[in-house]
């Protein structure tokens, strides 16, 4: 073996420094008259320390210690975690009909999506679960640095059976297979056998989180919200397979019977959850499992009968009186929400685009929670519906991810500042700073 000289030990020591120098930035500092943590009381004059992506403290500005009280701050008036939304997606479509969504190329909805994910981190929201949508694709580009943009939990494609809610029911079924082979976010399985393939093509291509439509829909074509859809078998099949990765499986669904299929499956997010009853609700608690309402889609879809089919508009007044009950049952039986929007268009004429995210807090108002809950079940909560993929995110605490942004007003006198993306002054990601009122988000940055 050779041995080393004093010459080689420099170089080697010289590298090391160089090194270290590299992996550790300085801190960063940011004072707020209000700090709202996520979980748990405000702080008033509050200060919060960040370095190499991470917080490392949160504490009142008065107790700093030397070495953290020499940094200079950036001074705000309220800061907060980066929000997250628990059910979105990245399709890049300009109808709302399932038909015509599975007939738009990746590319077209690859270049779509690309204003999208900036809006939505423009919006205040620094993680997304995107529950089927091109998400896996688009956080490569995200993480490369070539877009700015959310973290993304992408469920990949949206497990249906076939004539169900992931079907596009009025196109040859040859030519949605075909296409599903080329990475359509929509998946028809049918049988205990294909189901579980299904999830491990899903996880192949990057899924931390499985979706499984255990209900009819809306927006599909012939189908029935009130149906179940998937047998139990099947259903159960998706789950254990699912669990095998560690992934838990999402399960859009709006009818009681399928809601309870699911649960009893072990499915462990209830997205929609239009028809909850009592038992319902019970099992709910006894399964711990989390509640992703998505009013949002709802309360627009309300409002405009013009951006869907006939048959579509028919079953979302149809649901939305149900899902209001739903909604406020949950809030009042203390089940766990996380909050989810259900965006996922994107089109000049379909007001209803990426960077709206924030207009979901205002009905978790509505449906009985106070506004620190609401900020609560839109920051803490997100992490907890990635079960053990969960990222230690949500909240401002030593060892979580340094994402947070700062607002010109105070959300828990008024709400709606979080709808504003205005009124979101900054918002750091990993530590980086990507918005600040001399510099919104931007594509050309
Ligand atoms: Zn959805």
């Given at each position: 073996?050779?041995?080393?000289?004093?010459?080689?030990?420099?170089?080697?020591?010289?590298?090391?420094?160089?090194?270290?120098?590299?992996?550790?930035?300085?801190?960063?500092?940011?004072?707020?008259?209000?700090?709202?943590?996520?979980?748990?009381?405000?702080?008033?004059?509050?200060?919060?320390?960040?370095?190499?992506?991470?917080?490392?403290?949160?504490?009142?500005?008065?107790?700093?210690?030397?070495?953290?009280?020499?940094?200079?701050?950036?001074?705000?008036?309220?800061?907060?975690?980066?929000?997250?939304?628990?059910?979105?997606?990245?399709?890049?479509?300009?109808?709302?009909?399932?038909?015509?969504?599975?007939?738009?190329?990746?590319?077209?909805?690859?270049?779509?999506?690309?204003?999208?994910?900036?809006?939505?981190?423009?919006?205040?929201?620094?993680?997304?679960?995107?529950?089927?949508?091109?998400?896996?694709?688009?956080?490569?580009?995200?993480?490369?640095?070539?877009?700015?943009?959310?973290?993304?939990?992408?469920?990949?494609?949206?497990?249906?059976?076939?004539?169900?809610?992931?079907?596009?029911?009025?196109?040859?079924?040859?030519?949605?297979?075909?296409?599903?082979?080329?990475?359509?976010?929509?998946?028809?399985?049918?049988?205990?056998?294909?189901?579980?393939?299904?999830?491990?093509?899903?996880?192949?291509?990057?899924?931390?989180?499985?979706?499984?439509?255990?209900?009819?829909?809306?927006?599909?074509?012939?189908?029935?919200?009130?149906?179940?859809?998937?047998?139990?078998?099947?259903?159960?099949?998706?789950?254990?397979?699912?669990?095998?990765?560690?992934?838990?499986?999402?399960?859009?669904?709006?009818?009681?019977?399928?809601?309870?299929?699911?649960?009893?499956?072990?499915?462990?997010?209830?997205?929609?959850?239009?028809?909850?009853?009592?038992?319902?609700?019970?099992?709910?608690?006894?399964?711990?499992?989390?509640?992703?309402?998505?009013?949002?889609?709802?309360e627009y879809g309300l409002q405009h009968a013009e951006a869907f089919t006939k048959e579509s508009y028919?079953?979302?007044?149809?649901?939305?009186?149900?899902?209001?009950?739903?909604?406020?049952?949950?809030?009042?039986?203390?089940?766990?929400?996380?909050?989810?929007?259900?965006?996922?268009?994107?089109?000049?004429?379909?007001?209803?685009?990426?960077?709206?995210?924030?207009?979901?807090?205002?009905?978790?108002?509505?449906?009985?929670?106070?506004?620190?809950?609401?900020?609560?079940?839109?920051?803490?909560?997100?992490?907890?519906?990635?079960?053990?993929?969960?990222?230690?995110?949500?909240?401002?605490?030593?060892?979580?991810?340094a994402d947070f942004i700062a607002l010109s007003g105070n959300p828990m006198k008024d709400i709606d500042?979080?709808?504003?993306?205005?009124?979101?002054?900054?918002?750091?990601?990993?530590?980086?700073?990507?918005?600040?009122?001399?510099?919104?988000?931007?594509?050309?940055?």
């Amino acid at each position: 073996m050779p041995t080393l000289t004093n010459k080689d030990v420099k170089i080697a020591q010289k590298h090391l420094k160089m090194k270290q120098k590299m992996i550790t930035s300085p801190c960063l500092r940011v004072d707020a008259d209000l700090i709202i943590p996520g979980r748990g009381q405000p702080i008033k004059n509050g200060s919060l320390i960040s370095s190499d992506a991470k917080i490392i403290l949160v504490c009142k500005t008065d107790i700093l210690g030397p070495e953290h009280a020499k940094i200079p701050p950036i001074t705000v008036p309220v800061l907060m975690p980066g929000m997250w939304d628990c059910h979105m997606h990245f399709m890049g479509v300009e109808k709302t009909a399932v038909d015509d969504m599975v007939m738009v190329p990746p590319a077209i909805a690859g270049a779509r999506s690309a204003k999208d994910i900036v809006a939505t981190l423009n919006a205040g929201f620094t993680s997304v679960r995107e529950l089927a949508g091109y998400g896996s694709d688009l956080s490569k580009v995200i993480s490369e640095g070539w877009l700015p943009g959310p973290n993304i939990y992408p469920a990949v494609s949206i497990l249906s059976q076939t004539a169900g809610h992931g079907d596009a029911h009025s196109l040859p079924l040859n030519l949605l297979n075909d296409r599903m082979r080329h990475g359509l976010p929509f998946y028809l399985c049918d049988g205990v056998g294909e189901c579980i393939k299904a999830v491990r093509i899903q996880i192949r291509r990057g899924a931390k989180v499985i979706k499984v439509a255990t209900t009819g829909g809306v927006l599909s074509l012939i189908d029935d919200p009130q149906m179940q859809q998937f047998s139990a078998k099947e259903l159960e099949a998706i789950v254990e397979e699912a669990t095998r990765s560690d992934r838990i499986v999402a399960a859009h669904c709006h009818g009681r019977k399928g809601i309870m299929a699911a649960l009893r499956a072990g499915c462990r997010t209830i997205e929609h959850g239009s028809y909850l009853d009592q038992e319902a609700i019970e099992l709910m608690l006894e399964m711990n499992a989390i509640l992703v309402p998505t009013r949002s889609i709802i309360e627009y879809g309300l409002q405009h009968a013009e951006a869907f089919t006939k048959e579509s508009y028919a079953k979302m007044i149809k649901v939305s009186e149900a899902h209001k009950k739903s909604y406020q049952l949950a809030v009042n039986a203390g089940i766990r929400i996380a909050l989810g929007t259900d965006l996922g268009f994107s089109s000049p004429t379909i007001r209803f685009n990426h960077g709206m995210n924030g207009g979901e807090f205002r009905y978790a108002v509505d449906a009985g929670m106070t506004s620190l809950e609401a900020i609560e079940a839109g920051t803490a909560n997100g992490p907890e519906t990635l079960g053990l993929q969960a990222p230690k995110s949500g909240q401002l605490k030593p060892g979580y991810d340094a994402d947070f942004i700062a607002l010109s007003g105070n959300p828990m006198k008024d709400i709606d500042i979080l709808a504003d993306p205005g009124k979101v002054t900054h918002v750091w990601k990993a530590g980086h700073l990507h918005k600040s009122p001399t510099k919104p988000c931007g594509l050309l940055t």
